[in-house]
């Protein structure tokens, strides 16, 4: 999802989401939504479906 759909179903601001996902990021030592799925279809790909 982006971050303006996360912000609209949590009722809040896309900049408060923004803000949100680059401190966990920050903490999590990576950079993207990417590369956040990617490691985690690596260490969990039973919660990744098949189409």
Known sequence: ???R???QR????PH???????RM????????RTELAR???EM???LIKDG
């Open 1 to 3: 999802m982006t971050n």
């Open 5 to 7: 759909q996360i912000a």
């Open 10 to 13: 949590m009722f809040l601001s």
């Open 16 to 22: 408060m989401v923004s803000t949100h996902l680059r």
């Open 25 to 32: 990021f920050g903490k999590l030592n990576i950079a993207s």
């Open 39 to 41: 490691i985690v279809a």
């Open 44 to 46: 969990c790909p039973e």
